[in-house]
Every structure is written in C-alpha cells, then in structure tokens.
C-alpha cells in the first residue's frame, strides 16, 4: 500500500489506499464483489433477490394447492410479491447499515409478509366473501417467509465473507486522533465485517501516541483538510470521533461531506452509557437520545433466567449418554474426581463453584485449582496456567469444548447464564476493580477532594476544568489554579468527567501523578500528590 503525505497530491496512475488489494485475488471477483455486495449495488441485488423469491413462493404455493387455482385467490395472490416489496421498503430493509443484524432482519421479514397476508386476507373477505382465498395465501405467506429469510441470510453471509476476506470494504476516515478515535479504529481493525477500512486521521491537534496506544493509522491532515485528503484516499466513509476543536467546527464538515456525497457517523457524547435500547427521538426538531436502563432484576431477566434453566435441563436430558461417555473415559484414564470445581464470581458478587470435567493431572493443589490472591501485571484469564498437566481426554475435550458441558448443571441451579457474561476469577475480579473497571477498593475511591478542586466538563478544550482550587489543597501544592484544564492524568488522556473520575479510581491517597493540564492554549505537565479525603 502506498504512503499518503499530507499536503500531497497523489500521482496521475498511483493507486489509491482503497484501490489497492491481494494481486492473488482474480480481479473478475473483486468487480463483481464491489458491484453486487455494496453501495448502490447492494440495494439492487437485496430488492432483485426479495422479488424473485417472492415469485417463487407463489408458485410454490399455486402447485401445492391446485384446487384454488380456478378461484379469484389466483389473481389476488400476485399482490402478495409487490405489496411485500412495497412493506420491505417502509420497514427500511433496503437501507445500508454498517453492522447487520440476522435475528432482527428475519423478524422483520415475518413481520412484513404476515402484514401482507392479513391484509390480503381482509380484503378478500370484503370484496369476495364466497371466495375461499385464505388456504391460498396462507401457504404463500409460509413460502415466501422461509424463501426470503433463506435468501437474506445467504446474502448476509455473502457479503460478511466478502468484507473479511478483503473484497469490499469502504475507505474510512477518522475525525479526532484521541483516545475514542484510536478504540474506533482498532475496533474497525478488529472486526473487518463491518467493512470500514481505516486509512487514517484528520486532527487539528492529535494528542501524543502514548495517550492513544491503539492508534495505529497516520495523521493525514488538519479537518479543514478533509475535501483533499478524500480525494487522495478515495475515501468514502467519515467517523466522527471527539477533536481538540469546537463542536460549532464539525457542522461545516458535516455539510462538506454531504455535499460530496461520504457517509458520516457519529460517536456520541456519553457514549458509555448508551446501550442497544436506546431510543432517537425528536423535540421540535431537536434530536434526543432516551436512555432505557437495564434492569438485572427485572421481569425481563426473570424470564430469561427461567428459559435458562428449562433449556439447560432438557439440554442435560438430551445429552446425558454423551455426559456419561466422557465422565467414564476421564475416569479411566487418570486418577481423582471427574469433575474440576473453580471458584467464580457471579451476579452480585456471590462467590459459587463452577464444573468443568477434569481435564488435567491431579497436582498437590487438588481438584481446585491453584489458589491466587495476587495476579501480575500484564496477565490474562484463560489457557494453560503454571506446568502443562493436561491427559489425553483432557486435551480432547478441551478442543471440543467438552469439558465445558458439566456447566449445563450451574445453568439448572441458577448460577449462570446460557447467554450473558462469562463469570470471572476471583483474583481477576479484584484486579479489573482496583483498576477502575466495575468497582473500588477501600482508600481508592474515585473522588475530586483528592486534588481539592471541582471539575467541571470543558467543550473547547475537550477536558475537565478547574475551579474552587481550595488553598492548601494538593492541586495548589502541586501548581494548578482555577481554570485550568486537564486533558491528561496519569498517563491517560482526559476528554470527559468520566476519564477524570475512573483515572482518580486508580490512585489513592499519597500518590504522585503525572497531570497534563492545558492553560492559556499551552500544555503543561505537572507532579501533583493525592491528598486524604476531607473525611479522612
């Protein structure tokens, strides 16, 4: 791939970043890819195959009933295929998306071809109340649901493989080099099926790499550079991320990028706590995003709870030979109980044994597993801990997941979930809340008293200000003042009140931080030690 440089003009016959692709790669399939699978051609390519699969499920329909072929359900029949194009369109299955749904695209399609089969129905009822239209329209509305789900899930399934594997994809700039700017793009990076290809960012001032680590892709510009660097990149798609620069800047980017016809999204403010139930809805002509709380407690998960352990029994019923099989075999070829029990936290914080079926040798630390109080920096749950014990059974079963089955019997007793978060490791658990990642230790309590000041959030300056610094406080021993600035503590960026709170969750009293604060447009780091809590 080429480099681009900023403030460069591609040469005449240079291939573009988004141009350029595996020279294995026949070229017939990457047109054909491109053609069919995005853009414009996606929309005609989704509506051809709704429609003739919806022509299908009429002549399916037709030759399994030829009774009905001399009534007036023939005629009223051949509605059934526009009349669903038609629902398919208001309901917006033929707008593009960046991340496609399965489950809620094919709820969608029952929806819309049971509307039609009503309506058709009813309206048989009225115009020709002798007719016997409904066994007839019946089988179409069954046919054309399992034609065009199956469909729709192979041109899903199409156009996921042809993104992962390179063949389309759309040329994606990034707007704020920060630190939401860089999890954007490793995000992107991570999952190719979204089909947002990186090339790069556009800042005014794009903060240090050490306060973005996943930032990968160069800085192509300042903002105002956008039209350029587009048509250096080819680029077709803009995020939105969160800039040095004021939000009254991004509407003429905004305008820009409408008027040239790239995509625009946008990663909103508070993003941390907007879920998938979300809601976008408008106040005289002012959009406002609502909210919805997840309830863990609420009737919903009750419902999910108890679905949960009805499955995981009929599941162990069904399974039972197999459980048997591998319980037999792992008695047999080694030493010790069948099972493994590890200790994990689960909902509230309630402490429970999880069953696995052993899978290793029995060592001096028994069938518990070794006992961690403390986790050092930089490791992960999960893989082969400590000296390789695993048998023969054990590392089959681990492959297959196998050993993972005995778990069917937590689900029954409520401890865990057939879908939902894995529960943890003590040990891991008390690392990811000393770190500021779902709680906080005694005498880490993410508080301002321990710089003596009151934040407040800054817009121009994209970071928590300063006010009130009290005299005598650690924020005045250490060189702040009121109306400074800090966009930066303890080596982490700072852009929201949040960054600022779950960074002073890390530290407790006593300790020195590095804090970058900017004053007067000028950025200054300074040591500051964290004092007591006023209570003490």
């Known amino acids: ?206 903060p240090p790499t050490e306060m973005a680590p996943d930032r990968l892709a160069p800085i192509l510009g300042h903002p105002s550079d956008l039209a350029r660097v587009a048509d250096e990149t080819g680029a077709r798609h803009v995020v939105l991320g969160f800039t040095s620069s004021p939000d009254s800047l991004l509407m003429p980017l905004v305008r820009e990028c409408e008027a040239r016809r790239l995509e625009v999204s946008l ?104 006992e961690v109080s403390e986790v050092k920096p930089g490791l992960a749950p999960g893989g082969v801990e400590g000296a390789d014990r695993r048998t023969a059974v054990g590392t089959f079963i681990r492959s297959t997941s196998l050993d993972e089955l005995p778990q069917l019997l937590n689900v029954v007793a409520g401890q865990m979930s057939l879908v939902g978060p894995r529960p943890e490791r003590p040990e891991f658990v008390k690392v990811a809340r000393r770190g500021g990642h779902g709680g906080s230790d005694p005498g880490r309590v993410a508080v301002s008293a321990y710089l003596g000041s009151i934040p407040s959030y800054d817009d121009d300056n994209k970071g928590v200000k300063l006010s009130g610094v009290r005299e005598g ?8 003042k009121g109306g400074d600035v800090i966009v930066g503590f303890g080596g982490k960026p700072v852009a929201t009140i949040y960054d600022y709170t779950e960074s002073l969750g890390r530290y407790k009293p006593g300790d020195t931080v590095d804090v970058v604060v900017k004053r007067d447009g000028t950025e200054t780091k300074l040591k500051v030690t964290l004092g007591k809590k006023p209570s003490e």
């Open 267 to 370: 990663v909103p403010r508070l993003f941390e706590s907007v879920n998938v139930r979300v809601n976008l809805e408008h106040i005289g002509g002012l959009p406002l995003f609502a909210l919805r709380a997840v309830d863990p407690k609420g009737w919903q998960f009750a419902i999910k709870h108890g679905l949960d352990r009805i499955a995981a029994g009929g599941a162990l019923l069904l399974l039972s030979p197999l459980l048997l099989a591998v319980a037999a075999a792992v008695r047999a070829t080694s030493p010790g109980p069948v099972f493994f029990r590890q200790r994990r936290i689960g909902r509230d914080g309630r402490n429970f044994s999880m069953l696995k079926f052993r899978s290793m040798r029995i060592d001096t630390e028994g069938d518990h597993g070794p």
């Open 1 to 206: 791939m080429k480099t681009i440089t900023p403030g460069r003009r591609s040469l005449v016959g240079e291939p573009r970043p988004s141009e350029v692709r595996d020279s294995s790669t026949p070229a017939f399939r990457v047109r054909l890819a491109r053609l069919l699978l995005q853009g414009r051609g996606w929309t005609v390519t989704r509506f051809a195959v709704d429609a003739t699969f919806l022509v299908l499920a009429v002549q399916a329909a037709r030759y399994g009933a030829p009774d009905a072929l001399g009534t007036d359900g023939q005629a009223l029949v051949w509605l059934f295929p526009p009349l669903a194009l038609l629902v398919f369109a208001l309901r917006l299955m033929y707008r593009g998306e960046i991340q496609v749904r399965v489950v809620d695209g094919l709820g969608t399609i029952v929806a819309a071809t049971s509307l039609v089969a009503a309506l058709l129905i009813a309206f048989s009822a009225f115009t020709t109340p002798n007719a016997d239209t409904a066994p007839l329209i019946a089988r179409a509305w069954v046919f054309a649901t399992l034609y065009v789900s199956g469909a729709r899930l192979m041109l899903a399934w199409g156009q996921r493989h042809a993104r992962v594997s390179g063949l389309i994809g759309k040329p994606t700039l990034i707007i704020g080099a920060g630190r939401i700017g860089a999890q954007v793009e490793r995000r992107l990076r991570e999952q190719p099926e979204l089909g947002l290809r990186p090339l790069g960012y556009l800042d005014a001032d794009p």
């Open 473 to 480: 406080s650690p924020a005045e021993e250490g060189g702040l």
